[in-house]
């Protein structure tokens, strides 16, 4: 069984940067797609982005692109998601998340079945 630890978070002002970083403990990851998500208070876990097994394909939500990378190092067993020009508005707690081999890109939350605990990212004005 998988299990996934989330760290890097914080407290930056707006335009910063974080690095969150999935590390993994079990098995290997290696042949998971892995996701990020995130979640405020009173509103659903929202998809933010996802790499396949290989790294060698990955998407993000509107929101993000162009600022939010996300990638991986399997012989870390560790996926990142590095995060620049950070606004208010992505203050969250970050999950990352493993879906069962054999599947590609995931955009949805009942999509993956191993999450972490969450790592908190507040932006300030």
């Known amino acids: 069984q998988v299990q996934l630890v989330e760290s890097g978070g914080g407290s930056v002002q707006r335009g910063g940067s974080l690095m969150l970083s999935c590390a993994a403990a079990g098995r290997s990851i290696r042949s998971f797609t892995m996701g990020w998500f995130r979640q405020t208070p009173g509103k659903e876990r929202e998809f933010i982005a996802t790499i396949i097994y290989s790294g060698a394909s990955y998407d993000y939500a509107d929101s993000v692109k162009g600022r939010f990378i996300i990638s991986r190092d399997n012989t870390k067993n560790t996926v990142y998601l590095q995060m620049n020009d950070l606004k208010p508005e992505d203050t969250a707690v970050y999950y990352c998340?493993?879906?069962?081999?054999?599947?590609?890109?995931?955009?949805?939350?009942?999509?993956?079945?191993?999450w972490g605990q969450g790592t908190q990212v507040t932006v300030s004005s």
């Open positions: 998340a493993a879906r069962p081999p054999g599947y590609g890109l995931g955009y949805a939350q009942q999509y993956y079945d191993v």
